[in-house]
């Protein structure tokens, strides 16, 4: 004769299961120092070392200055260079030394004043200023050129009006910059990098702690326990998700205190949109940890699949609109694409809504279909 349970019978051993998956995975969280490293002291050094020793600007640049005949008119142009934050000039007789100091990596640049600079400097067309760039660093080149132009424009005004002339324009420029006026690249850098930290931490470690315990045998254990797939996903999930967002709020509060990189959206936009990203990073790294069941093949296939993809096509760092079309599209099959333009959005610029729920949407698709896959491929039966 067949009894019947209660449902709440029923709902109760369920709730009892996952609470004790749930403990199960915290207490092994807590006894493995490796993932509180991964989750909190991961995240600290990479912002200390992109905050403080990555920087994208030209500052301090070293340039040689050449003079060949010292004046009043070059003597003021030279201390343009002198009093600007970008450029370290140092001074050189000759113009031979200066390209052998240029082609041994001592200086960036050369300025060449020439010795007709003071009688042609306002001649229409005849200013005879050379300028040498080292171009093995095209962007880097750009930006030193620009930064050169830009102070002999303003030194050009300067002497004109000081000597009663005009110096006809064919543009006059007005710059208006939104959302960085600083032209800071920390304020740049800091909120991406929260993607990548937040990649490593779901993906990475649930990978490798996963696959962990299929080495350990632990696994086969819970195959043959009561517990089912759903709760056993759960128990994975819901710990490493809180010690996720434990990493987020360390990198949020380190970038808005430390390193004075401005949140103009609403922090609860910042979580939603952070829980969202980590739910697909956590379900990449349990497909991962049930396609690759040992720990080395694991962390590899995490590396290449998720924290790769995540540091160079996500446009951390890179720019996605100068890649090449195909490469483009490829974007668009990684998560952290969409979770970097939501927080360079949230941190710089407030809440763009469009920007904001367009990329939420393709988290939320994403995070759907990892989730599905992972359930799908986990079954309870020892293969």
């Known amino acids: 004769m067949k009894t019947m349970k209660h449902p709440d019978s029923t709902r109760r051993s369920a709730g009892m299961r996952l609470h004790g998956m749930i403990r199960k995975e915290t207490l092994q969280i807590l006894r493995d120092p490796s993932s509180i490293a991964i989750a909190f002291v991961l995240p600290l050094v990479l912002l200390l070392i992109f905050g403080y020793g990555v920087s994208l600007d030209a500052e301090h640049v070293p340039i040689a200055l050449v003079v060949e005949h010292p004046s009043a008119q070059t003597s003021s142009l030279t201390s343009a260079f002198y009093h600007s934050p970008y450029f370290d000039p140092t001074g050189y007789p000759h113009i031979r030394q200066a390209e052998e100091a240029l082609r041994e990596k001592k200086v960036d640049g050369i300025v060449w004043l020439r010795d007709n600079f003071g009688g042609e400097t306002l001649s229409a067309g005849r200013s ?53 006026p600083g032209l800071r690249s920390r304020d740049y850098l800091v909120p991406g990098l929260i993607a990548v930290i937040m990649t490593l931490i779901g993906a990475l470690l649930t990978a490798m702690v996963v696959a962990r315990e299929w080495e350990r045998g632990t696994m086969e254990a819970l195959m043959v326990t009561p517990v089912s797939v759903r709760e056993i996903l759960l128990g994975k999930i819901i710990p490493y998700f809180i010690l996720g967002m434990g990493g987020m709020l360390l990198s949020v509060a380190m970038a808005v205190w430390l390193f004075q990189v401005p949140l103009r959206g609403s922090l609860w936009v910042l979580l939603g949109t952070s829980a969202l990203f980590l739910l697909v990073a956590l379900g990449m790294g349990l497909l991962i940890s049930t396609l690759a ?11 290449i ?45 407030g809440h763009v809504w469009p920007v904001i729920l367009a990329n939420s949407l393709a988290l939320l698709i994403m995070g759907v279909i990892f989730l599905a896959l992972v359930k799908r491929r986990t079954q309870k039966r020892l293969e």
């Open 293 to 303: 069941k040992n720990q080395f093949m694991a962390g590899q296939v995490a590396i």
């Open 128 to 180: 005879p200023v050379g300028v040498f760039v080292n171009g093995v660093d095209a962007n880097n080149a750009r930006i030193i050129q620009g930064y050169m132009e830009g102070v002999w424009a303003k030194w050009l005004e300067q002497f004109s009006a000081a000597q009663g002339m005009s110096v006809e324009m064919p543009v006059t420029l007005e710059q208006r910059i939104w959302f960085n």
């Open 305 to 349: 699949t998720t924290f790769l993809p995540a540091f160079i096509l996500s446009g951390f760092i890179f720019d996605i609109g100068s890649m090449p079309a195909a490469i483009q599209w490829i974007t668009r099959l990684i998560g952290a694409r969409y979770f970097v333009a939501i927080l360079q959005t949230v941190f710089l610029a």
